[in-house]
């Protein structure tokens, strides 16, 4: 059904294009001059037509299913769903509609099959409803496209406006993304907060999310105090800053000013690739080589360490951080204005000195902006330490000792099924708005530091 | 005012004191120079070492140890009338306990053993193709199969036969017995096309990416029909058409700002809005490439932004003077020879979707699926959570499978990033 609405989308933008192309050019050819360009003519006709469709294929389809479940949920018999919650409700439609697509477990009761009946029924009208609104519409379109020809119609705005409204949608997007994230962050967490008081979360030192969802489980108490989270948080990213900070800037610093034009053609694009791996390839890396490399030279000194150890996550992360970097400090570096290299080494300073001593004060800010975005881009990184990082939250300094982050709790909380109406769940949109905000905060710093900087050189 | 100049000790002039500081000086410069190539090497050394051990544990996935026997197929054990069942299983081990000497199918505990030297899937196998051509009952066909894991491992040379009995995954009499297979020619280890055209399993040698590349394909093709038309629309308009003013400055910074939000958020976002508002399906490419769209899409915005700038104004002041309308000069001139640098931005985005992990395991494309799916709305795995779900399987074989499957995402994203270096060293233009 939704393959055919979309077949009469396209056929319906053929057909009013080409008709009033047609229409169009048979004015032109009876000698009427026309305001417009054939082709606008026709694109108008073909935008006309395309643009209220669509919407209406994407919001019916979009609303149907909720639609349909309510009246699917509604129709079923009085008393079947007495006393259950959301959970059970959410269950009994699952089995319906898995019913409806044609498989059956067992002997579901004869209410259930019929309900199933119906849903196939409300299916089938909907998609009828949708094929026939489509048609209606696009043939009404059509015709009013076709009207619209005339030798004073001014095609070509009309068809710019319509145009200039598409790309104003499409910057629009990106704001409603932001919006999105922070309406649905705020609205969960708020609903996390109602069940957990907000200080106990912002200053309790005991994270243990693992909490009974039914009533026989048998699970921990249930503490939602972030304080350990974010040590552990801190701990992997100032293990990834320290290891990464130095080698990119160390890389940076000769790229930029000793090595020759040829090794930086090299060097650069494979430092770049380290930046390219995706971040799961890390996490295996580090689950594979590192933190049994690490316990085995812990092991040969004399130390324990653990399986799960920050340094291994840290020392990993730290590995995509360097070209991030390096890169940053790269561009601070470079745009620094040519006079002050240049005053700096006829005063009889060597490279290094005017490095040391001239540049690199002078890119400082740009720099600082580059180790802040890669400081937010480290509280922000999930799948190196969700593979490496610990699952336990342990409120230590020790980078040896097993820790756990953020962006591990965020993931672990919400893999495999969830429900939103328990804490457990909420908490991980909690953690989200948390976590959202430190990387905002450091973001808009970091960015507002580099540009202004950028700025004053140009 | 004249001062007079400094008393001087004959045995330091300036000049001397310069020739004194200038070894140290050039010691510093030195060990500059020695610190930025050790951090350099330190950075290559880490990807070498990245790259060596990925390539070192993901060749043994690379072929797969397989095993041919002739098999009866039995009237007694398959009919015809009651396919697809049949005591398959039973006729593959009569088969390979016929190449081994001395097996015992008496009893059960002989039969297991035989029979697990097989993969699980070697009697669906069989099952398959009697079902396709019922005329094969009563004959005796030539049928090869992968070995499961453990024998796949030693055949691989993975299990050391010097260890002692007990710590070994396999006992003497297992391996005598597969030494007895060996000996007769029956095993044989074909490149392992099942790693790209199996769908998942919970057998490490039938595993394979299918589903995962399927699931890839889709998520990426919803992303690259979203994020595209609009990223170059709202680019266009951002570059080309908005006023300045405050409402555009506020799109801009939330465009820069965007691009630096954790992964993971995207994936609080999808789940809460896309999942529990709209009610989408859970685990399905579509909801995962609408996801990696709104992550692609300040990518290709700040990429198309750029490629537009570097058109340079003559070409729209020239078809301005011609009389074109703004927007015909943005869509007829502007736009297609920006084209290259936005397609090389938008390759570039689409690489980075493709290696996303995070956002898809909240919306649950980490479920464990053994066929792949036929349409965005299917539940499906993806590349990159097809390794984590790998690399979180205990079997020792998912260890050179994962590796394995790592070396085809790198392959796709280098042959993705080398697409877009060549469409930008092909069509790049020095204005």
Redesign the interface.
Known sequence: MTALAFGILLLATIVAYALNRHAASRLRARGQPLHSLVGHHAGFAALLVLVPVLVLILLWLGLQGPVISRLLMGGLPQGVLDGLDTGAVQLIEAEITSIAGGRIFGTPEDWKLAAAARLVDLRLMSGQMLLLAVSLLALALIALARHKVAPEFRARQSFESIVTGLMVFASIVAVFTTVGIVASLVFEAGRFFAIVPIHEFLFGLNWEPQIPIRADQIAAEGAFGWVPVLVGTLVITVVALVVSVPIGLMSAIYLNEFAAPRARAIIKPVLEILAGVPTVVYGFFAVLTVAPALRSAGAALGMDVSPNTALAAGGVMAIMLIPFISSFADDALSAVPRALRDGALALGATRAETMLNVLFPAALPGIVGGVLLAVSRAIGETMIVVMAAGLMAKLTLNPLDSVTTVTVQIVTLLIGDTSFDNPKTLAAFALGLMLFLVTLVINVFALRIVRKYREAYD | MIEAAPIMTPSRTPMQQVQASLAR??R??I???V??????S???L??G??LT??TL?GRHALTQTHLTVQVFIDPAEIRADRLPRGGFDDVVTAAIAALIPGADLSNREGRREVSAISSNGAQFLLRDLVVANPALIGQTIALRFPVSDPYDQLFKGLIDRATPEANRRLNDAQIARFDALVAAGAVSTPLNWGLLFNADSRFPELAGLRGALMGSFWALLTCFVIAF??????A???EE??PRNRISD??E??????A??????????A???FI?????PRSAPFVGGLTLA?MT??TI?IATRAALKAVPPSIREAALGLGA?R?QVVFGHVLPLAMPGILTGTIIGL??A?????PL??IGM?AFLTSAATSPFDASTAL?TQ??LW?DSPERGF?SR??AA?LV??TF?IVM?ALAIALRKRFERKW
């Open positions: 000086r050039r510093k410069q060990t500059l120079q610190l930025g190539i050790g951090a350099i330190a950075a290559i880490m990807l070492l990245l051990t990925l544990s038309p609009l990223g170059i629309g709202a266009i308009w951002l058409f908005a506020l799109i910074v939330n465009i820069n700002n965007l630096a939000v954790p992964s993971v958020v995207f994936g609080l976002l789940l809460a809005v529990g508002w709209f009610g989408l709104l899409l300040p915005i309308s927007q690489a980075q493709l290696g996303e992990t995070a395991l909240l980490n990159p390794i984590f690399a260890v994962t590796s790592i995402l790198l994203l990033n």
